[in-house]
């Protein structure tokens, strides 16, 4: 089971980014995947999660608005599109997955992690 994040990069504030998140080894539309990022010297903080069938998902307050989460299982990937970007929200982004959805905020609750991709935004 493997997920690879991509997409990272080096973008001035108010920009935007699309982060994909590859997954092989499995069946994607088997697990639920969420968002995650970790900022120096911080904890991991979940940001977005998206349904085995895509039909629900959920952001935390610090992207909420600015952000979508998205997966296309027929390419076993998903997405997370940011919007507006501030420099606090430079960080290594990270995709994960489990099988159920619930509490899907907590990173203690997934199964497997893509090894993360950079983001920098620069004021």
């Known amino acids: 089971v493997q997920l690879q994040a991509s997409g990272g990069g080096l973008v001035p504030a108010g920009g935007s980014l699309k982060l994909s998140c590859a997954a092989s080894g499995f069946i994607s539309d088997h697990y639920a995947i969420g968002w995650f990022r970790q900022a120096p010297g911080k904890g991991r903080e979940g940001l977005a999660c998206i349904s085995r069938s895509g039909n629900r998902s959920y952001y935390a307050d610090s992207v909420r608005g600015r952000s979508t989460i998205s997966r296309d299982n027929a390419k076993d990937t998903m997405y997370l599109r940011m919007n507006s970007l501030k420099p606090e929200d430079t960080a290594i982004y990270y995709c994960?997955?489990?099988?159920?959805?619930?509490?899907?905020?907590?990173?203690?609750?997934?199964?497997?992690w893509g090894q993360g991709t950079q983001v920098t935004v620069s004021s």
């Open positions: 994960a997955a489990k099988r159920l959805l619930v509490n899907c905020m907590d990173p203690n609750s997934y199964d497997y």
